[in-house]
């Protein structure tokens, strides 16, 4: 290792936290493998040999969005003809299916509704929680909290509080995308900012409510706004402690506005994989999003920092629209054999990550 990073896998080693120079170093590493050896480090005294995997949903109600984020093709204005609205009897379906599958989680997110209100939103977590009572119901990032507050004329808490009655048990973490002004003002400016993502999730974290966190990298964002992004995320994560997985999303350019973009490479979503893991020292989890990935990468992850490959999905449609060529779904059998070839112990978990233990 060259000295920068000799001096940083010394801190990891002795379990002392690394500063913004220091994640500034690793971006400008091009040491992929010393990179790993540090995140690999810093994930197996977290997790050991572990790999968490779960038996997981997506379940996008509607893609009708005002908001045309450029990096975004699944949004769509209400006319567009790839613009769809799942009815709730086609939901009820959709949740009994997968609790009969074995799902222990149904991951809720769509686009901003220009016509739905929050009695529609508490609605759809009562149905769920109707035909799949015990599917833990993770939903509605950031962004969609916020617009369900504007809509109702009512506070972030007071929605929050709403949503739990009805049967929210956390948040996922989309929405962050890059967490400076820069980034937002050329690729999402019409979408929340940083500090008020960040609100947010401190209210939900307030209110007992655990969250996800994520960062959307291969665009037009450089390692600065990266750097800056993390921060905030550790910063945050210091005061509230209810961040429980860090996500790592590798742009998916194809069918977007910013499709002139070439994509990440395997190596750049094993490097951002890597970093998060040891700049995020009070991130429980780091997981990979094989879905954005793929398979391969997915699994090489897997000794490069992430201790989490996500789950089965069963029907993912936001990366799909965008271009992705990976698959809608993986079996659960398919995700242990992953998890075995890179050397690693497969853990079911549920969505707060309690193990999962099945009947033979």
């Known amino acids: 290792m060259d000295a920068a990073l000799q001096s940083i896998h010394e801190k990891v080693q002795n379990e002392q936290r690394i500063d913004a120079d220091d994640c500034r170093a690793l971006f400008a590493s091009n040491d992929l493998l010393a990179l790993g050896r540090i995140a690999n480090l810093a994930r197996e005294r977290k997790n050991g040999n572990r790999a968490f995997y779960n038996i997981n949903r997506h379940i996008n109600y509607s893609n009708v969005c005002y908001v045309d984020c450029k990096f975004c093709e699944f949004g769509q204005p209400k006319s567009s003809p790839k613009a769809y609205e799942l009815s709730m009897s086609e939901m009820e379906r959709m949740g009994r299916e997968a609790a009969a599958q074995g799902a222990t989680e149904f991951h809720i997110v769509g686009g901003l509704h220009p016509d739905l209100k929050l009695d529609y939103y508490e609605n759809l977590l009562r149905t769920f929680k109707s035909v799949a009572p015990g599917v833990h119901l993770k939903a509605f990032t950031a962004v969609e909290i916020d617009y369900f507050a504007k809509i109702s004329r009512l506070s972030v808490e007071e929605v ?144 490069f920092g992430a201790d989490d490959i996500d789950g089965t999905v069963m029907q993912e449609r936001i990366v799909h629209m965008a271009g992705a060529e990976t698959p809608e779904g993986l079996h659960v059998d398919e995700l242990v054999k992953l998890i075995r070839e890179a050397g690693r112990e497969p853990v079911e978990r549920d969505t707060l990550y309690n193990i999962v233990s099945r009947a033979a």
Do not use: C
Request: glycine share 10%.
């Open 160 to 303: 929050l509080k709403r949503l739990i009655a009805a049967g929210l048990g956390s948040m996922p973490g989309g929405g962050a995308e890059v967490m400076t002004e820069r980034v937002r003002k050329l690729v999402f400016p019409n979408k929340i900012g940083a500090e008020r993502w960040l609100e947010i999730h401190r209210i939900a974290h307030g209110l007992g409510l655990r969250s996800n966190a994520t960062l959307l990298y291969g665009h037009v964002e450089n390692d600065e706004d990266k750097v800056v992004h993390l921060q905030k995320l550790r910063d945050l994560q210091d005061e509230t402690g209810g961040f429980q997985t860090f996500i790592p999303l590798s742009f998916v350019p194809y069918d977007t506005q910013l499709a002139h973009l070439p994509p990440p490479t395997g190596l750049s979503d094993l490097k951002h994989i890597a970093i998060s893991r040891i700049f995020l020292d009070n991130f429980a989890h780091v997981k990979v999003y094989w879905i954005m990935t793929g398979i391969k990468v997915a699994q090489l992850a897997l000794n």
